[in-house]
């Protein structure tokens, strides 16, 4: 059975790829450092606990289990974080994908997926983003993973490795399963802190400002189901084994969602209210990132088929009333 070396899939994302890969027929083996993912989310294969800037360890599980390809998910992802800690940022997130990608070509392992984000576009008004819009980041979190995008460029060049980027807009929801879902600690996401909120887990929601140019003053994502976005993954990784190239691909829905519209959808899913208030503007939010897909429809066949926001929310929902990971 072919192995993908799936970085970060003790993680949200890098977890449901696992279960996406598994059921595509590849043995998925996570890298992971438990620094933010869970023992318990990697339920779909082998699990060898590493560092990304350790470079034995990862020639060891090169060495050990040959994958075809890498899907690299581990990465440190809180835009407010990176705004106080660009050093943390560009040292994990950069550095450790360096010695990854070393370590890639050395074990002549030439396929490699690659997780980035609407974050490397920054602001650009009044715009649908799409592949071809200016990369400039307001914060270190995206400026780290353009940073990554140029350093694969530069290696495609010299020692042929392939890569599929993907920019992902808002992943949100869940495996309908339950078996794995988005867990971090602590919460920082919108959707999942509004369903702490309903529940009493927090006392209540912040609405991180409220004077955007936007038709309720609140900040507009384009939110795409973890599930879709993972079937995007499954796909680059056979167009990569297919031998078509490297490219790059936004994952949204073209579809923008307000905080307060978000709000709204999780009080008609759950029939519960959302304790919440209003406060200052979180430094490093761009107003809106909305995204068309075309590309990754037209080129991957890529559909979204849960990406509704009624439907991730009841995804999510259900998720968050299993308990999580002990
Ligand atoms: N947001 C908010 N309160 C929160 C968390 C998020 O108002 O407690 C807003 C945030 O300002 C952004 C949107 O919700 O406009 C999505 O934020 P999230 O952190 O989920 O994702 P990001 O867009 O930063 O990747």
Redesign the pocket.
Known sequence: MERVLVTGGAGYIGSHACKFLKQAGYEPVTYDNLSTGWRDAVKFGPFEQGELEDRARLDEVFAKYQPVAVMHFAALSL?GEAMEKPGLYWRNNVCGSLTLIEASVAAGCRNFVFSSTC?TYGEHDNVVLDEDTPQEPLNAYGASKRAIEDILRDVEAAHDLKSVIFRYF?VAGADPEAEVGEAHEPE???IP?VLQAIDGQRDK?????TDYDTPDG??V?DYVHVCDLVDAHILGLKQLEAGKGSAVYNLGTGDGFS?REVMDAARAVTNLEVPFDEGPR?EG?ATK?VSGSEKAVTELGWRTKRSTMRQMIEDAWRWHKTGGYA
């Open positions: 835009v974050a808002n920082t996401h919108l802190v929601l912040t609405i991180y400002g609140t900040c994502r905080v979180r939010d990132l």
